[in-house]
């Protein structure tokens, strides 16, 4: 079966700019999961989602970052103004649910470029 | 804060060799310890561990968890070059913390 898709693989845009980065997660996981990595770094998590709802957005740096998932289903991580700071690979990651006993499945990531 | 310390930061190897690598944590409500084995962007999960001194087994690689102790090892036997990767250890409490990982490199 399908796994959970990225898109797009690559992204460049400069300084200013806004991006969006989307995320399919697996069909039927209803916890989905961003987390932002920067080179020679672990994933470092950003926003959880169960169902439609932002459960958890602690980990969102600041203000210009925003994540939605309006059906429940694929969701959208939002960057405004966009700074050289937010270079990094994004992935996202879903699951069947939010309990610490189900798996969490990676997408392949978006690798991010601010010039 | 929870944290989570991987050690070596990498390691070359022969193939053959067996390998151990090293996962120390401390975080608040401990759930459960993943490791992920990382060869282009997206971790591929290998074990979830949540009892401690229970061996978890998948052909070559082996871990188990110190819940006393807060650490895991990640054992690598009869090494091969396909195993050459980075791999991350994280913690699941409030939220899943990973570590920064240790990048291994198998030599033919």
């Known amino acids: 079966g399908a796994g959970v898709s990225q898109t797009p693989s690559n992204k460049v845009t400069e300084k200013g700019k806004y991006v969006e980065l989307r995320c399919d997660p697996i069909?039927?996981?209803?916890?989905l999961y961003w987390y932002r990595q920067s080179l020679g770094q672990g994933p470092e998590f950003l926003i959880y989602?169960?169902?439609?709802?932002?459960?958890?957005d602690s980990g969102l740096p600041n203000d210009r970052f925003f994540a939605v998932r309006p059906e429940g289903s694929v969701s959208t991580l939002k960057i405004q103004r966009t700074e050289r700071g937010d270079s990094a690979v994004y992935l996202c990651?879903?699951?069947?649910?939010?309990?610490?006993?189900?798996?969490?499945?990676f997408g392949p990531g978006t690798r991010l470029t601010v010039t | 804060e929870d944290k989570v310390v991987q050690s070596p930061l990498s390691l070359v190897v022969h193939e053959g060799d067996t390998v151990t690598l090293n996962c120390s944590y401390e975080?608040?409500?401990?759930?459960?310890l993943l490791w992920y084995k990382q060869e282009k962007k997206a971790p591929t999960f290998l074990f979830m561990l949540?009892?401690?001194?229970i061996e978890k087994k998948s052909g070559r690689l082996s871990s188990i968890l110190d819940k006393k102790e807060l650490f895991s090892i990640l054992n690598i036997t009869a090494t091969q070059t396909g195993d050459s990767a980075v791999y991350l250890c994280?913690?699941?409490?409030?939220?899943?913390?990973f570590g920064a990982g240790t990048i291994l490199r198998v030599k033919s």
């Open positions: 990651a879903s699951s069947l649910g939010s309990d610490s006993s189900y798996e969490q499945y």
């Open positions: 069909s039927g996981h209803t916890a």
């Open positions: 989602f169960q169902g439609t709802g932002a459960a958890d």
């Open positions: 975080v608040t409500n401990f759930r459960s």
């Open positions: 949540t009892s401690s001194g």
């Open positions: 994280a913690v699941k409490g409030n939220k899943l913390v």
